[in-house]
């Protein structure tokens, strides 16, 4: 497929112009302009698409299909429910969702539904259904965007009810919900289903385990009514996705993806400006939930709205971003949003054109991206990262910690950064995947803070050691079973015997934790913050210690900090530190990678992303960005055409402030 490039677009705010066709005309000349050859259409449309209950118009949406197609312009059509209407709202005043204070939420700001509402369902599939027979087999129409940004959480005495009908159906029994969640502490056995509340702040860990993933099964179902209805009457090339919101946690990404043909997300930098080694990130989650190419399905032309500041990106700054995203598996970009509407709550948002129906400044670097992916042909199609580094991303886990933070500063992303930033500063790629994901193309996992660990996730990262792997486990692993109850054994519980070691106590930590003076980790001046962990190697193992607890809190002192053991025909790296400074990160990241055998995808200065992608046909592409505000040089270690601007490279390649080049080795 060749890259996707284009913008959302919302006629329907200028129905009221005398002529709205006109004004598309003039509209779709701008996006040719922009050489944009896609715009997602439609997906909170419900009440001019349905303006009272089972009565349609579909005219404007048919008839601006119908001028983008004309103009070479595909649409993506997204179903509307996420704003559902007044009038249904009016109707049924059941289907707004209920807050944890027990308050109705308002209408009027999206998403405002029960998911498990059964009259939205209704409508919501009596509006898919006609959406799906009016548009399904339109050639121009090549992708359904379910919804808009799942977000909501709702506390209405039926969704309490599906909980307690949800959790019969996994426990089989009360005996054994009561035995694995502990339910004589605090006197809370349960002798009826309908005894057991949804948890609204702190509550039993098995209670609120169970809560999210019943969420997660809520967001699945609702969101399998309306695949269901589009399956059948949509053409076979046409695909389905849902807009994720990246690090959101409020459900399991992985299990939603499962029913979807293709993962994309909304990217906004927001305040300030581009953090190449935290977004990457969030692009490779992404890429994780089906394990391939996804879209960036919107991301903001200049600024946005929402923050407390919307500065602008700089000049050169979105172009470079945006190839960022290609260079992380993007396989489209969409601007959001195409225009500014004169009113509605998003009247400042950054857009392409202006209120005027003018280009604003910004529109001139969408030019300049439209004419790199005119000038790349269909050259990246099909190309895909080949990582050799997998971190394990686990929601479980994320919730666990979340809700028992034990150091109110230790968080779960930004741990899992520690070890992702180090990686993306050596231009290593990285796969994030599911603790459920296989292993096999990886020659090094690092699973971050995964307190829940099943015995099959253990099984298979002890497969992985056996068969030559590097297996990094951090603080916290391996504590808990799938109840989110404590293990009755010490941590990393069934990984024991791998990594060689026990831990034989934990520490929050009110100040950080000095460590002896280990070449690997930078000299003496190395600390551990937030959480610590008391290693003691097993008899009999011999293991490597790496780095020690100099004095501190008495009971660490002089303990094992960070160890390896070579097990099988691999090696586990037992971190049990938060290092304080990314600096010490970098140097333990770099000696786990050395002893990894991992090899960056190009060696570059400070702040010069590279990716290798690799074509259907085994050729690499690499792509190159310049995150500076200054031009850089990068020596090359091979020649290469230099695809954006036809020249040759060799020997170096200079960059200017932002630049982008994408080699092709020859
Ligand atoms: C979200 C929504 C969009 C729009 C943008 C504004 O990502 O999906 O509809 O509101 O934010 O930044
Ligand atoms: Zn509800």
């Excluded at 029960?114 to 027979?133: I, K, T």
């Excluded at 599911?434 to 829940?452: G, N, R």
């Amino acid at each position: 497929m060749t890259l996707s490039f284009g913008v959302a677009y919302y006629p329907e705010h200028w129905l009221h112009l005398p002529d709205p066709r006109a004004a598309r005309a003039a509209e779709i000349n701008l996006m040719r302009a922009a050489s944009f050859n896609v715009a997602r259409l439609g997906e909170f449309a419900w009440s001019l698409l349905e303006p009272a209950p089972g009565q349609f118009d579909f005219g404007w949406l048919h008839d601006s299909i119908d001028e983008l197609a004309q103009a070479g312009i595909q649409t993506v059509l997204g179903t509307p429910s996420a704003a559902p209407p007044a009038w249904l709202v009016q109707q049924h005043p059941g289907i707004l969702a209920v807050d944890e204070a027990g308050r109705r939420v308002q209408f009027g700001n999206r998403c405002h539904y029960c998911v498990n509402a059964p009259e939205f369902h209704s409508a919501v599939q009596r509006l898919v259904g006609a959406l799906a027979r009016e548009f399904g087999q339109h050639p121009n129409v090549i992708g359904w965007q379910i919804d808009n940004e799942y977000n909501r959480y709702c506390y209405c005495e039926r969704c309490q009810q599906l909980f307690q009908q949800f959790l019969a159906q996994r426990y089989g029994s009360l005996d054994q919900l009561n035995l694995h969640w502990a339910t004589p502490y605090w006197s809370q056995t349960y002798q009826d289903w309908a005894q057991i509340p949804l948890p609204i702040g702190p509550h039993n860990p098995g209670l609120m385990l169970e809560h999210r993933r019943f969420v997660t099964h809520s967001y699945r179902r609702f969101q399998k009514l309306q695949i269901d209805l589009l399956r059948p009457q949509i053409h076979p090339a046409a695909w389905i996705t849902h807009n994720f919101m990246f690090w959101h946690d409020g459900y399991d990404h992985y299990d939603l993806s499962a029913d979807l043909d293709l993962a994309s997300w909304d990217w906004y930098v927001g305040s300030g400006h581009l953090d190449y080694q935290a977004s990457g990130a969030a692009h490779d989650l992404v890429r994780g939930y089906k394990r391939r190419s996804f879209w960036l399905m919107e991301t903001q032309p200049g600024n946005v709205n929402w923050r407390k500041v919307n500065n602008v990106l700089n000049r050169g700054e979105t172009r470079a971003a945006i190839w960022h995203a290609i260079a992380h598996g993007a396989q489209a970009a969409l601007f959001w949003q195409w225009r500014s509407a004169l009113g509605g709550q998003e009247q400042y948002h950054g857009t392409l054109i202006d209120q005027a129906g003018r280009p604003r400044p910004f529109f001139s670097e969408a030019q300049d991206i439209g004419r790199d992916f005119a000038a790349l042909g269909g050259v990246l199609d099909g190309a895909e990262l080949r990582p050799q580094v997998a971190i394990l991303n686990s929601y479980d886990s994320r919730w666990s910690i979340q809700a028992q933070r034990h150091h109110n500063n230790f968080d779960y992303v930004s741990h899992l950064l520690h070890y992702y930033k180090p990686l993306a500063a050596r231009n290593i790629s990285v796969d994030i995947v599911s603790p459920d994901a296989p292993l096999e193309q990886y020659q090094l996992v690092i699973v971050p803070a995964q307190v829940i660990l099943s015995p099959a996730q253990a099984a298979a990262l002890e497969a992985f050691v056996l068969g030559g792997g590097h297996l990094v486990l951090t603080i916290r692993t391996g504590m808990k079973d799938g109840y989110n109850a404590l293990l009755p054994q010490r941590q990393p519980g069934l990984l024991t015997r791998a990594a060689g070691v026990e831990v034989e106590e934990y520490y929050a930590l009110e100040q950080s934790a000095p460590l002896q003076g280990v070449p690997q980790l930078g000299g003496t001046e190395s600390r551990s913050t937030l959480w610590a962990e008391r290693l003691a190697p097993l008899p009999g193992c011999d293991v490597q210690i790496l780095a020690r607890f100099c004095a501190s809190n008495g009971w660490l002192d002089g303990r094992p900090a960070v160890t390896r053991h070579a097990y099988g025909r691999g090696q586990v790296t037992y971190v049990g530190v938060y290092l304080e400074s990314l600096a010490d990160q970098q140097v333990l990241v770099d000696d786990i990678v050395a002893c990894s055998g991992v090899q960056p995808d190009l060696a570059a200065p400070e702040n010069i992303e590279a990716r290798r992608l690799v074509q259907p046909g085994g050729g690499s592409l690499y792509i190159l960005i310049n995150h500076n505000r200054f031009p850089a040089v990068v020596p090359l270690p091979w020649k290469a055409a230099n695809l954006l601007c036809g020249q040759p490279a060799a020997g170096e390649l200079s960059l200017e402030p932002y630049g982008v080049a994408v080699l092709q080795p020859v």
